[in-house]
């Protein structure tokens, strides 16, 4: 159906309104990183200058807000990763690297190191996460895989939580503002703790496996495929508001655990979440890191929107934000990145979209005004049409990226395997030309072989487990499922490219450039934009605008 004129304008406005959610502009900090495949990253709270940030092998410091780096730690030399890093509480000197060989600690930025904390065997000594009491730095909670342990002493002995099951742990949350109250996630769901780690209550569950004292308790909330919960995240002005991120999405609960309502996954381009980040600084803003990038929820709309601008990283491990400067520091397959903070304060001061969209044809006391808003009106139309005619439908470019990329048709497939399947029925044909030979008669001859003249033979033979289970169509069953993955990649990436490519048009139209420099950018981003999908698609894109 299409749409009539005025409705496309409507439809552009809404673009353009909807783009400036994603109007993040990354900043790579890469500078001193041997490697970019970071799995964490940790802000000092009281200056934020100072930042941490590991690798599977390395850990890093930086003193300047992430501009320069320096390797403090490294597990190059023996067996084993860096699973988590970050700092003590009320001093930047001192850090702590969670790793699958104990717990390590250094008081001077790296310069030594000691391990305090190594477990009775590999799979207590695997440190998965740490916390550390923001308002008693004696206090220290770390998660292994097999159970949870903490110091009162600031790490000279450790005691292991015994009324919690022996699971991995995967993620730990401390109250902001109580102490005692600990949030823990593991294999078997969440749990909970309002005595520093004393008794649990699991309010969350990603396993049927029942615990110690649960065989007469029904759970609060059962997660009934089972995802794994991969990351916790507590809102500090109100701290009864708790974020977890799943393998199936984001669940939110609103009254500290008791109760949860998985959030809409609409917007994201896969339900699984590595982390979930509530930044009470900008205005209670929820954003997630996935295989796809980052992504923001958009309450009003009950929809997430992706922050795309100057992305050149696809996962994102870990998340976490500049309380001071307010601004987001992501660790990812590229490195790290933060958020340009001017854009990232004018979108979260002005997060509301309007309710109404008013099109720009409708009539308004002011003669001279509405004079304007029909030039503007005709503008509009006109660019919108010559973008129509010259421009290739999403279809087209979809069409022409898949064309490239030489996938299957679901035709040929189905095509592939009938021919299987006929061809289990057809017997195997072998021909030869060889001498006959016979056994001997009766008698003096018996026992004896005689030799015949060269004769044909015809055998004809079928295999008996190919009209059962053909292992040709298993093959192409396998086949298809990875040529199914492939289409639907290529798919999704040439459609977000093709869209961002549109909004960055009609942002262009709708708000042009007040100055050379941001036109510039602008333009390049739009020449980039182009040239991806051109590389997805063999240059058709590049082809159809030439004609």
């Given at each position: 159906?299409?749409?009539p004129?005025i409705g ?10 909807t ?12 500078n001193?990183l041997?490697?970019?495949?970071m ?9 934020s ?15 300047d807000?992430?501009?320069?780096w ?5 597990l ?21 690297a ?11 930025q790296g ?9 009775i065997n590999?799979?207590?000594n ?7 009491n ?7 909670y ?7 342990r903490?110091?009162r002493?600031g790490?000279q ?5 015994e009324?919690?099951?022996?699971s991995?742990?995967k993620s ?7 102490p ?5 996630a ?8 309002v005595d520093?780690?004393?008794?649990w ?10 615990c ?7 759970p609060?909330?059962?997660?009934q ?36 309502e ?5 917007g994201l381009k896969s339900d699984?979440v ?8 900008l205005?209670?803003?929820?954003y997630?890191?996935t295989?796809?990038g ?11 929107s992706q922050?795309y601008?100057?992305m ?6 870990a998340i ?18 933060k958020?340009d903070?001017?854009?990232?304060l ?5 997060q509301?979209l309007p ?5 720009l ?13 029909g030039k ?6 006109q ?6 005619h010259?421009?290739p439908s999403?279809?087209e470019?979809q069409e022409?990226a898949?064309r490239?990329?030489d996938?299957v048709?679901?035709?040929q497939i ?7 399947k006929?061809?289990a029925?057809l017997p195997?044909?072998s021909?030869d030309?060889?001498k006959t030979i016979?056994?001997?008669g009766?008698?003096?001859n ?6 015949g003249?060269?004769?044909?033979g015809?055998?004809?033979s079928?295999?008996?487990g190919d009209?059962v289970?053909s292992e040709?169509v298993?093959?192409?069953d396998?086949n ?10 290529i798919l999704?990436?040439?459609?977000r ?6 909004k960055?048009q009609t942002?262009?139209i ?7 420099q ?8 739009l ?16 082809r159809k605008?030439?004609?």
């Amino acid at each position: 159906m299409k749409l009539p004129r005025i409705g496309y304008l409507l439809v552009i406005l809404f673009l353009a309104q909807t783009s400036a959610y994603a109007n993040h502009n990354w900043l790579a900090l890469n500078n001193g990183l041997s490697d970019r495949q970071m799995r964490t990253i940790s802000i000092f709270d009281r200056n934020s200058k100072f930042i941490c940030a590991a690798s599977e092998k390395n850990l890093y410091f930086s003193g300047d807000h992430g501009y320069s780096w320096k390797t403090i730690f490294s597990l190059q030399a023996k067996e084993g990763e860096i699973n988590s890093a970050c700092f003590g509480p009320t001093d930047q000197n001192i850090l702590y690297a969670a790793t699958s060989d104990g717990l390590y600690r250094t008081v001077d930025q790296g310069l030594n190191w000691q391990k305090i904390f190594s477990g009775i065997n590999q799979i207590a000594n695997n440190v998965r996460c740490i916390e550390c009491n923001k308002q008693d730095n004696e206090i220290i909670y770390i998660g292994s895989e097999d159970s949870l342990r903490y110091s009162r002493d600031g790490g000279q002995s450790w005691m292991k939580a015994e009324s919690l099951p022996h699971s991995e742990v995967k993620s730990l949350a401390l109250h902001p503002k109580n102490p005692y109250i600990l949030y823990l996630a593991n294999t078997l769901g969440l749990f909970k703790t309002v005595d520093g780690s004393g008794t649990w209550k699991r309010t969350f569950v990603t396993s049927h496996e029942l615990c110690e004292d649960e065989q007469e308790q029904e759970p609060y909330q059962e997660n009934q495929d089972q995802s794994l919960i991969n990351s916790i995240s507590i809102n500090k002005n109100d701290p009864r508001k708790i974020f977890i991120a799943t393998g199936n999405g984001v669940y939110c609960s609103q009254d500290a655990g008791e109760s949860w309502e998985k959030l809409p996954s609409y917007g994201l381009k896969s339900d699984f979440v590595n982390f979930v980040v509530s930044t009470s600084e900008l205005n209670d803003a929820l954003y997630v890191g996935t295989k796809n990038g980052v992504f923001k929820f958009i309450a009003q709309e009950n929809r997430w929107s992706q922050l795309y601008q100057g992305m050149v990283f696809q996962e994102v491990r870990a998340i976490d934000v500049d309380t001071l400067n307010k601004e987001i520091f992501l660790a990812s397959d590229k490195g790290i990145f933060k958020t340009d903070r001017k854009a990232l304060l004018a979108k979260s001061e002005g997060q509301r979209l309007p309710k109404l969209i008013i099109p720009l044809s409708v009539e308004r006391k002011d003669n001279n005004q509405n004079m304007q808003e029909g030039k503007i009106n005709r503008n509009f139309e006109q660019v919108l049409n010559e973008l129509n005619h010259r421009e290739p439908s999403v279809q087209e470019v979809q069409e022409a990226a898949l064309r490239y990329a030489d996938v299957v048709h679901p035709e040929q497939i189905r095509d592939l395997r009938r021919s299987a399947k006929i061809k289990a029925l057809l017997p195997e044909v072998s021909l030869d030309y060889d001498k006959t030979i016979q056994s001997g008669g009766t008698g003096n001859n018996f026992g004896n072989f005689i030799i015949g003249p060269r004769d044909w033979g015809l055998t004809l033979s079928w295999d008996v487990g190919d009209l059962v289970f053909s292992e040709q169509v298993r093959l192409i069953d396998s086949n298809t499922r990875l040529m199914v993955q492939l289409r639907d990649d290529i798919l999704d990436e040439v459609t977000r490219l093709y869209f961002e490519r549109r909004k960055l048009q009609t942002e262009l139209i709708v708000n042009p450039p007040k100055t050379a420099q941001e036109k510039l950018t602008k333009i390049l981003r739009l020449e980039e934009l182009t040239a991806n999908i051109d590389a997805l698609s063999g240059g058709y894109l590049s082809r159809k605008l030439e004609k």
